[in-house]
């Protein structure tokens, strides 16, 4: 299970990234990190944050999330999730071969993702990029998500 609040922590300790093809952080500490790709940073990001075996590459983040049997969600569902701040998604951005090509965390209606075009950032989860590329969308398991469920059996 993944904790958003160590999501955004390693987030905030990645924000000095440049986007880099390739690159990933291979088990340094994020203050010797300088350059990921989109894979590298969501598997730094999501290790950090308690997964500890997420592979690099989007193909291969893709099948290990089918594998885990995560929640597949309709991309317009993400608005519901926007002002929700203990839900964690993963979203494949899948070009004309509809393999995986970019991968991004969502979390509160904005992206958490390495991209070309800025490095580590965030923008808004429906920005037009994003959204003519056929996104494919999954619920991360969270800690924040499974204590509030708790709390309301209660």
């Not at 690159?23 to 940073?41: I, M």
């Not at 608005?79 to 969502?106: E, Q």
């Amino acid at each position: 299970m993944v904790s958003v609040a160590k999501v955004l922590e390693a987030y905030r300790a990645l924000k000095h990234v440049k986007y880099k093809f390739g690159a990933k952080a291979e088990g340094r500490p994020f203050n010797q990190v300088t350059q990921l790709d989109c894979s590298g940073f969501v598997q730094a990001v999501l290790k950090y944050a308690g997964m500890l075996d997420f592979p690099a590459g989007s193909v291969l983040q893709h099948e290990r999330v089918k594998i885990l049997r995560w929640r597949e969600i309709p991309y317009e569902n993400l608005k519901f999730a926007k002002d929700d701040g203990a839900r964690l998604f993963i979203m494949f951005i899948a070009p004309s071969d509809r393999r995986p090509g970019h991968v991004a965390l969502v979390n509160a209606g904005r992206t958490i993702e390495c991209a070309s075009s800025f490095g580590v950032g965030r923008r808004r989860w429906h920005a037009r990029p994003l959204a003519i590329r056929n996104p494919v969308v999954y619920e991360v398991p969270t800690a924040e998500a499974a204590q509030r469920e708790e709390d309301n059996r209660h």
